[in-house]
């Protein structure tokens, strides 16, 4: 079954204790990502990766760290998390479907920074 | 930068036709995709657009007209359970006209189907 996978689903840390969220695909899609959906404010991109090794800023990315070393793994990391990094994120992979792009979401990690 | 705007709720009874609308300013686009969302779930692929016209898909259809920067989503025989957020995002080249994968969503259409 095609899937993206994302863990811990559920996450409540301190200000500033190091975190790694995992994420991983089974569908060999070249393209990865992470989002944060916040309320009122939509899904918005932190970081993408087009490939193995190739990685690139979206539109939050401040105080967040990528890693594409493989290309099923697209961990997302927080060196010292903050209160205002309290929210649901979402990792994705995109690639080649047989109507063109299709993306596929992870079933979501909730994160609360106390 | 990229800008995308839809409706934040809309209302409309079972067994209706509804459309969503979705207007985006963007340079180098590359598609536009319509996801859909229940609360607190991940969102789902609905469908992807990158040539002008309409696609179809069982009770879903998306229409994109590239030149004026415009998108809808038909839904047909409304469901209750198509209660949910409606998610338009425009995918865009990189400067270098790769194909990249910045994706910028729009806030989303929060649709309730009454009966």
């Known amino acids: 079954e095609a899937q993206v996978t994302q863990n811990p689903r559920y996450l409540i840390t301190v200000t500033g204790k190091k975190l790694t969220v995992t994420c991983s695909q089974n569908?060999?899609?070249?393209?990865m990502s992470w989002y944060r959906q916040d309320p009122g404010l939509g899904l918005r991109q932190i970081y993408y990766?087009?490939?193995?090794?190739?990685?690139d800023k979206g539109d939050v990315p401040e105080g967040y760290k990528v890693s594409r070393k493989e290309k099923r793994n697209f961990p997302l990391i927080l060196e010292s998390p903050s209160p205002n990094q309290t929210s649901l994120y979402f990792c994705?992979?995109?690639?080649?479907?047989?109507?063109?792009?299709?993306?596929?979401f992870g079933p979501g990690t909730r994160l609360t920074v106390t | 930068g990229q800008n995308i705007d839809q409706p934040t709720e809309m209302t409309a009874t079972e067994g209706a036709i509804v459309q969503i609308n979705c207007t985006y300013q963007?340079?180098?686009?590359?598609?536009l995709f319509w996801y859909q969302q229940h609360a607190g779930e991940a969102p789902t692929f609905l469908s992807y657009?990158?040539?002008?016209g309409l696609e179809e898909k069982g009770r879903f259809s998306s229409f994109l007209s590239r030149s004026k920067g415009y998108s809808y989503l038909l839904l047909k025989e409304l469901q209750m359970k198509d209660s949910a957020s409606y998610l338009c995002?425009?995918?865009?080249?990189?400067?270098?006209?790769?194909?990249?994968?910045?994706?910028?969503f729009g806030g989303g259409t929060r649709l309730m189907v009454k009966p």
């Open positions: 963007t340079s180098g686009f590359n598609g």
């Open positions: 995002a425009v995918r865009a080249l990189l400067a270098n006209n790769n194909a990249g994968n910045m994706l910028t």
């Open positions: 990766s087009m490939n193995v090794e190739v990685t």
């Open positions: 994705a992979s995109y690639g080649q479907g047989i109507r063109g792009y299709e993306q596929y």
């Open positions: 569908m060999n899609h070249e393209y």
């Open positions: 657009n990158v040539l002008d």
